[in-house]
């Protein structure tokens, strides 16, 4: 008896190889997973060891442990950025999912030419955010079309990027509009993918339109919508070019987002390692908040 069980404890399992198809595609991902560890991980794991070292411009880098860190925590500058971003983010994510989930409704009807105005629906995406930035500082300037267009019904002009006010969610309202092509084409294939026999089986029991539309379609959209948010939640606090050709982080730091603040402490005060501490920093609140979503909607999906 002894003796059958000490076999079959032997005997292991056999190892699985990677088959021909397996290897094929590992090939094909091996370029990016190169590309992605060199620029990604490494610079990501270099500038967690930077912040807690202080680092001069001859090259010589000093331990210092959590000083960084705790000057970032005592600096009022860092707690505006915070805030700032924390605003840009408020306003950006629902106004993303939200305008990108009404055009993809849009793009998914049958219409003659509907291709045509997807294209034009994503043509935000790949137009150049500096270009962009600058035509549309142009737009909310104080003599710009957007007052005009308001002052024809009588609204006094705006000074949409000039006041502390209302600068950021000027940004904001840019930030959507550039962004949003993208997110409706995640939307839209999450709305081509449900089963028509759905909104057929709810139409025969009587449901309205709006009745299938929040009973069936949402829920049905629930995990693609999450992909939308976290991924609109991460540009949002990394926003930084709209800023930069926009506003400069003005005015009076009124747009001064949190890596803007990143960029200016390492490559303007060239102090890299309290920048390397802040970076961490937007690396943990990005991480955290976006795995607090995911749980969120999971729990909601189950």
Not at 11 to 34: D, K
Not at 135 to 143: A, E, P, Q, Y
Not at 174 to 200: K, S, T
């Amino acid at each position: 008896m002894t003796a059958l069980i000490t076999n079959t404890l032997d005997v292991q399992p056999p190892r699985r190889r990677l088959g021909r198809p397996s290897r094929i595609a590992f090939l094909f991902i091996a370029p990016y997973l190169f590309f992605f560890v060199i620029f990604r991980i490494v610079p990501a794991l270099a500038a967690i060891a930077l912040s807690f070292g202080s680092y001069s411009i001859s090259g010589k880098v000093d331990f210092v442990g959590i000083e960084n860190y705790q000057r970032l925590f005592a600096d009022p500058l860092f707690w505006n950025a915070l805030g700032v971003t924390g605003l840009y983010t408020a306003v950006a994510v629902p106004g993303s999912v939200v305008f990108s989930l009404f055009m993809a409704q849009l793009a998914n009807r049958s219409i003659r030419g509907m291709r045509v105005y997807r294209t034009l629906f994503f043509l935000p995406v790949v137009t150049s955010l500096v270009a962009a930035g600058l035509v549309w500082r142009w737009i909310l300037s104080d003599n710009g079309p957007a007052n005009w267009f308001v002052g024809l019904f009588g609204v006094p002009p705006i000074p949409w990027l000039t006041s502390g006010d209302t600068v950021v969610q000027s940004l904001a309202i840019v930030g959507i509009w550039g962004g949003f092509g993208y997110f409706m084409l995640i939307i839209l294939a999450g709305l081509l993918a449900i089963p028509a026999e759905f909104d057929e089986a709810a139409k025969v029991d009587g449901a309205n339109a709006w009745q299938r539309y929040w009973h069936v379609t949402l829920p049905q959209l629930r995990p693609t919508l999450l992909v939308v948010v976290i991924l609109s939640f991460i540009g949002s606090f990394q926003v930084f070019d709209l800023i930069y050709v926009m506003t400069s982080g003005g005015p009076v730091r009124s747009s001064y987002s949190l890596v803007f603040f990143l960029y200016d402490q390492g490559f303007h005060y060239f102090d890299f390692g309290f920048a390397s501490a802040a970076g961490v920093i937007l690396f943990l609140i990005t991480f955290g908040v976006s795995a607090i979503q995911r749980r969120v909607f999971g729990d909601n999906q189950s």
